[in-house]
């Protein structure tokens, strides 16, 4: 089954409940899933950051990005990232719905940003029923290692989020905040 971007797009739209195991959203999770194994076992055989691989399944990827591997993501054709975009290891971008990253961004290792989310009601979980919401992280951004981020959050430009935080509320910029749920715990200096 080949892909199609426009019906998982229009099937995803932000807080749009949707079958996880429709067909056309398995083939589409299926496509991003044999590329980015291709990327990740390329860095790890032959040292090759070859992101030629990932442009076509990214709707933007900018220029002199470095993503470690594993790296992971659900579709691919929701993310939109900027230029200097560094990814360490263990990154996962469910983009179930659009992931706006900026330029100059810093993610550490195993982050993961989550747009999807599960129903509440049983029964309908029980059929598979999820939603997904966007995230945006503006430029300039650092996230520490272990960060987990959920759909509908922005994170302000030059914000630092601490390591092992988890961000369920917009954070503004130019402030460091961690804790669970992640809070503004100082502006940054000179900000």
Known sequence: MTVDINYVQNLTKDGQVYNDLDPKVVAARNHALKTVRAYNNKVYHQNDYDYQLLRPLFKQLGSAPYIEPNFYCEFGFNLSIGDNFFANHDVVLMDCAPITIGNDVNIAPKVGIYTVNHVEDPVARAHHQIYARPVVIEDGVWIGAGVNIVGGVTIGQNAI?????????????????????????????NH
């Open 161 to 189: 989020i601490g390591a092992g935080s988890v961000v369920t509320q917009n954070i503004p910029a130019n402030v460091i905040a961690a804790g669970n749920p992640a809070k503004v715990i100082r502006p940054l200096k």
